[in-house]
């Protein structure tokens, strides 16, 4: 199917691509100072900031990883969904208003704002570039499929070419082009999503109850497509996968770095909601198209949307166009596919911010040089990084090759975040007692057993029998968070060192009504 | 829609703006007024993550324990399971809208609130 329609396609990509670029140049003309490049200057508002939040959301995990999962499982792919967005819930009532009030550019300026600075953000940055290494290789893959799926070059080439073209936004772009980039992508995405939508309730004669039927003909067992069981076989799997969602989202140092853009909390608080609700309205969408998938896709198509389903959404497009090898099938499929590599592109983009964010602002200008950095040292810095996070995580993807599911990468990156960041973050806001030993134990004990658990468990240990892996589960979210805590816990009561200089009060004062909060 | 104007300046320095204010943070959180924002905003997060994580919890061990019984057909193809989780997700959005609702409503008066009564005081110079 794909040889003979190449013109189209790399045509629809370079329209998207130079679109967002230009964009991208334009908008980054005045920028020079490090609160330009990494935070936009304060300036974004609720709504563009929720839709850029949602543009993370609604690309690889959730378009192509989410409706795979649907397609290949049924309804086990919707618990994922069901996870992820209580982390919504959990930004808003809890993290928002708090982060804008007391942050500068990174989460560590939160762990770090009454406690012993230097430890704290050294861990801090650490966990950072683990988590975005890992992030980048789920999005780049799906960047790579989407690539390879629609020009047909070669896998490693597509991830990096992918990767090449990712270090350009973030070399022209900083945070606000980035943002502009995103809001515009998730736009196009959300307007397509709906649109694929549509054609499929209009296939299935807008008869849901029919479609989840038909959607189970095709599968080996009804009760456990349509009900639960179909992907996870354990109960504790579920729960696990469920941990991570909600708790990791909400701990993702690029989606933590969103809220530091806008102009104050009550922008912070409106784009918490915005994010809520369109990626609440996308989810829906994703239930409809991972059934009306697999109601829909024939035998012989269903073939070229690969073994971890990855490709689903995209497939799906071309058939409900007209089908391979016609005019509209292969225009919807170029459409969606470039819509949605794009939208992975200015995923992958704040990803790096966020990493050169930590290596730059959190390790150099207040580690390494104990905060007498210039500004333009900063940004040469963080513009390093963002090259060796691109090289690394081109290198990991490849090596990972592409037999995995995205969202099943995804989960166990959540669980990472979930597990170092979350416990520390949430306690240093909470709780009056909490100091910096609590802080660096807790991150390295969650970021410690969080990647060894995930080394240990079926799906990564290597061997063909996954059988004989040491740990059980295939997310250790379950197991990995608590150990997070408990590290907060044992840290804090085994420590007698007193703190830095700022009190719990201010952070507590301020964090509840932005007094003295950067503008 | 335009980044960047919704406060129009960029930033400059940006601790640069705060440097010439002082606050005597412990006096402000002696305040009545930021008392009664802390206690409200509490008392919804409370309540709101209670239901939020109650819900989700019931949801999850139904998934993993009532394999059955969720898988039950109500419309068609459509699950018990499938009502559920749609339902949770729905759930999730209106106490998201809720929590909006009642800061704009609530907290944000409070909020100046507060900093009027902390520059009354003198606990903000």
Redesign the interface.
Known sequence: MIAAVQALPLSVFAVVVAITLTITWWVSRRQRTASEYLAAGRSISGLQNGLAIAGEYVSASTFLGVTGLIFLFGFDGVIYLVGALSAFLLLLFVLAERLRNVGEYTMADVLAFRLRRRPVRAVAAVSTLVIVCGYVLAQLLGGALLFETLVGIDFAPAVIFTAALMLIYVFFGGMRATTWVQVIKASLLLVFGALLTLLVLIEVGFDLPGMFSDAAAGADDTASYLGPGGLFTRPADAISVVVAYALGTAAMPHVLMRFFTVTDSQQARRSAQWALVLIGGFFLMVVVLGFGAAAILSKGEAGAIGTAGNMTAPVLAESLGGGAESTGGDILLAVIAAVTFATILAVVTGLVMSASGAVAHDLWANVVRRGDASDAETLRVARLTAVAVAIAGAGFTIAAGKGFNITFLVALVFAIAASANLPALVMSLAWRRFNTAGAVTGMIFGLVASVVLIGLSPPIWPGADSEGAPFALSNPAIVSVPIGFVGCLLGTLLSRRSEGERSFAELEVRSQTGIGALR | ?T??????A??????A??RS?T?D??A??ELPE?RR??ER?RRF?AR??AI?LGT?AI??AL???A??A????L????????AL??G???L??A???A??RI??RDY?PL?RA??AA?ERTGA?R
């Open positions: 829609m980044v960047g104007t919704a406060r129009g960029p930033a400059e320095a940006p601790q703006a705060n204010e606050y943070w412990e402000i959180r930021y924002l802390v905003r997060v709101g993550t939020a989700l949801f999850t998934v993993s324990f394999r059955d969720m898988a039950t057909e419309v068609g193809g459509i699950t018990l399971a499938l989780g749609v949770e997700m729905l999730t959005a106490l998201g809208a929590y909006v800061a704009r944000e909020e507060v900093v902390a903000v």
